[in-house]
């Protein structure tokens, strides 16, 4: 069992940064494949990054490449996500969330665990 929370939202003004945390809690954590994911209202929860379980091994969504960074600290257990240049289009609840797997990593579905996500609001 691993539960997650998050934290770090708030709002920012467009070209800002934030720094998303997602502290997870359980022996086991180390072990899973975390993503972070997005939803913004009326459009589906979207995939924006993922780190592996070991090494630093990252994928990233078109839309936030180069500008968003997915880190991992195990003996921590949290997964940190830092975003600049940030834009109005960033805005949603921001959810992390991890799996044993590496298949399907980039869709919702699979993931064994959620957070209760964090607001990001990026204003122009």
């Known amino acids: 069992q691993v539960e997650l929370v998050e934290s770090g939202g708030g709002l920012v003004q467009a070209g800002g940064s934030l720094r998303l945390s997602c502290a997870g809690s359980?022996?086991?954590?180390?072990?899973?494949?975390m993503g972070w994911f997005r939803q913004a209202p009326g459009k589906e929860r979207e995939f924006v990054a993922a780190?592996?379980?070991?090494?630093?091994?990252?994928w990233y969504a078109d839309s936030v490449k180069g500008r968003f960074t997915i880190s991992r600290d195990n003996a921590k257990n949290t997964v940190y996500l830092q975003m600049n240049s940030l834009k109005p289009e960033d805005t949603a609840v921001y959810y992390c969330a991890a799996r044993s797997s590496i298949v399907g990593l980039t869709t919702p579905r699979g993931y064994d665990y959620w957070g209760q996500g964090t607001q990001v609001t990026v204003s122009s």
């Open positions: 780190h592996s379980w070991s090494g630093s091994v990252t």
């Open positions: 359980g022996r086991t954590f180390s072990r899973y494949y």
